[in-house]
């Protein structure tokens, strides 16, 4: 039920409203609405409509999670930047792809750390801008072609071996990951390990829908990690295309 | 430019497509003189391979000359007259630098599709379902060639188009199967399928060492073709009992090796629509795998079945228990194409073969439509098709 809620979140505007405090504006809502009806068929028009906008602006603070009240006093009752209340235990989705790629850990983790190759190898990110060494800021089309922005923080770097980021203020979705980059056995490259959680936007559910429809996280990161290997073995990036223009169609 | 085109079953056209350009550093784009139609082609048309989409240009036999290179690509100029692999490879990951070319890790953009049937995907291939890459083929009059800086070979003014263009696939693809069969001097090589590939198979086995190589097939003038290279004698399997023939043939012991040149297209992605497409065509399922059946029947003990014919998903009754009882060696898989251009190329500058003898049609691009029926239909003693795109022959 609470990722429910949080399905609104991928949503302009923000959350700033706690579960149990939505959930309260909800039930609330629909009681007050339910009389305001009742007021209205009892013929008493105005008043029942007044009540009834009341319970209906109560119901979309419960199920968006955003008081306008709240945002104009700057209050929030939510805890949006806390990774470890979204994604501990079952609540978040999990994600772990991993490949093999013929060059060495320090390689892949200098060509990592630079970033801007990434919109050109995961697919729906759109622009990702560095802000200082350790914030970066995402842009990508999210599920129904809504944009969604986040906030990344390296929060753990150990060079050539690990780098690990999670979401912070503002962001629109709440997420955690990894990469790390281990030497295969035999000499043969490098395996890249990727671990993601995250709070989906429209929860399990819309998770689920979205591995359906094709465009999940995990389908992201595996496609992703699969040009990035591409684009480190070979110099560019596979496609089909038969020209630059239907190339530039198909991004 | 002309090209033809996939739009449906029994549906192929020659139309007017956008002119291919360089995308990528290592490309090249190729202005195709000699183009073929492979038997697998056929698979295309009768609508066998799922993933194919209305606007997809076929052909993965072709040769031209380089008309554009990308700037990433040293190896190759304007004007060079080259050969191209039906397999693309990147020719950097661990297949390509093991030479199991075939199996390139970064050639495929829809590597993703080919996993979810095969575990994991093999290369890309030209003309040959998006599953396969979506990549543009070369029946057309141009063509863009990822890699291909590791692909296309030179090939010297000395030779006639026709005599280096079966370099892109059925040569290598007959040669491999042949190799596979690691023949010794003295050997019998029973051979399933005298279409191209068989041909080919046929006239490498006897340049391998075979003493004898036996070809069986039901279709008279591909039968006749084999026999036209000496040390080759036939089995029309519409009137002898194969396995009682290859045993009399083989004073009681069979042939040593046995190569399916046959395969079974019938494609799937899932398991269910395999099984389903099978049982709506179950003569025709059960027709083809009978040669691999047969072929491993057949087979001598401790003997080796090589498997050039393309399987595309799950076959039914293989007599695995032949198999395992006899000690039989199975090999197969995609033709790793780069690993015998050049030695192959040598052996025709040498005259040791000359391939183009299997040509019985030489088509204007126009006429692909008619070509692709009459090649299915094996009417009019098609064995072979060529075509010339852009009009000029070598």
Redesign the interface.
């Known amino acids: 039920m609470a990722d429910g809620l949080h399905g609104t979140r991928c949503m302009r505007p923000h959350v700033n409203v706690n579960t149990a405090e939505r959930w309260a504006s909800a039930l609330g809502g629909a009681a007050i609405a339910a009389a305001g009806v009742r007021r209205f068929f009892d013929a008493d028009r105005a008043a029942g409509s007044l009540i009834g906008a009341a319970g209906a602006a109560l119901i979309w603070r419960g199920a968006t999670g955003h008081c306008h009240m709240y945002e104009a006093a700057g209050v929030s009752t939510a805890r949006d930047g806390d990774t470890r209340a979204h994604l501990s235990g079952d609540r978040g989705v999990n994600v772990e792809e991993l490949v093999?790629i013929?060059r060495t850990p320090y390689e892949l983790y200098q060509r990592w750390r630079e970033f801007d190759w990434l919109p050109r190898v995961i697919p729906g990110l759109l622009a990702v801008e560095r802000m200082g060494t350790n914030q970066s800021r995402w842009i990508a089309r999210g599920p129904g072609g809504y944009r969604v922005e986040w906030t990344a923080e390296i929060i753990n770097e150990i060079p050539p071996e690990l780098i690990a980021w999670r979401t912070s203020e503002p962001s629109d979705l709440v997420s955690a990951g990894s990469v790390q980059f281990t030497s295969a056995p035999g000499g043969?490259?490098t395996t890249v390990r990727v671990r993601l959680q995250y709070d989906p936007p429209g929860g399990k559910v819309g998770a689920a829908i979205a591995w359906l429809t094709g465009s999940s996280p995990a389908?992201r990161v595996?496609?992703g990690l699969?040009r990035f290997?591409?684009l480190m073995?070979?110099?560019?990036?596979?496609?089909?295309?038969?020209?630059?223009?239907?190339?530039g169609d198909a991004r | 430019m002309k090209a033809v085109v996939w739009h449906g079953t029994n549906d192929v056209r020659v139309e007017r497509?956008?002119?291919?350009?360089?995308?990528?550093?290592?490309d090249a784009i190729i202005r195709i003189t000699t183009t073929a139609i492979c038997g697998s082609d056929l698979h295309l048309l009768d609508g066998f391979i799922p993933t194919m989409k209305s606007g997809d240009i076929l052909g993965h036999e072709f040769m031209g000359e380089v008309v554009d290179v990308g700037k990433?690509n040293t190896s190759l100029q304007v004007g060079d007259r080259v050969v191209v692999p039906f397999t693309i490879a990147?020719?950097?990951?661990?297949f390509c630098?093991r030479q199991l070319w075939s199996a390139c890790?970064?050639?495929?953009?829809?590597?993703?599709m080919a996993e979810k049937l095969y575990g994991f995907s093999g290369s890309?291939l030209f003309g040959y379902s998006?599953m396969m890459?979506?990549?543009?083929g070369g029946q057309a009059e141009y063509a863009?060639v990822?890699?291909a800086d590791v692909g296309p070979i030179k090939i010297p003014d000395s030779l006639t188009d026709e005599q280096a263009l079966f370099l892109s696939d059925i040569l290598p693809t007959g040669y491999m199967a042949a190799e596979n069969c690691s023949i010794t001097a003295g050997d019998t090589v029973a051979v399933w399928g005298c279409g191209p590939v068989g041909q080919m198979a046929i006239v490498s086995a006897l340049l391998l060492g075979a003493e004898r190589v036996i070809a069986i097939d039901d279709v008279p003038e591909r039968l006749r073709m084999a026999m036209s290279h000496p040390g080759v004698t036939t089995i029309d399997l519409s009137t002898a009992d194969v396995f009682d023939t290859l045993k009399t043939m083989t004073g009681g012991r069979g042939p040593d090796a046995c190569i399916d040149a046959v395969g079974l297209e019938a494609h799937g992605t899932t398991a269910d629509a395999y099984l389903d497409e099978a049982k709506t065509k179950v003569f025709l399922a059960t027709d083809r795998s009978a040669a691999l059946r047969q072929a491993i029947h057949a087979c001598r003990k401790g003997g080796t079945v090589s498997i050039p014919g393309v399987y595309g998903g799950f076959i039914d009754k293989v007599p695995f228990g032949a198999a395992f009882a006899k000690g039989l060696t199975l090999k197969m898989g995609q033709t790793h194409v780069m690993r015998y251009l050049r030695p192959l190329l040598e052996r025709i500058e040498r005259g040791d073969l000359d391939p183009s003898f299997v040509i019985t049609h030489r088509v204007a691009l126009e006429d692909a439509p008619a070509a692709y029926r009459a090649f299915r239909d094996k009417r009019d003693g098609c064995i072979k098709v060529v075509m010339k795109p852009n009009g000029r022959v070598h």
């Open positions: 093999t013929a043969r490259g389908q595996r496609e699969r290997k591409q073995e070979t110099g560019e990036i596979a496609t089909s295309a038969s020209n630059a223009r239907m190339a | 497509m956008p002119d291919p350009g360089i995308v990528n550093p290592r990433g990147c020719g950097r990951c661990f630098e890790d970064n050639s495929n953009p829809n590597a993703w890309g998006h890459g979506g990549y543009a863009r990822p890699f």
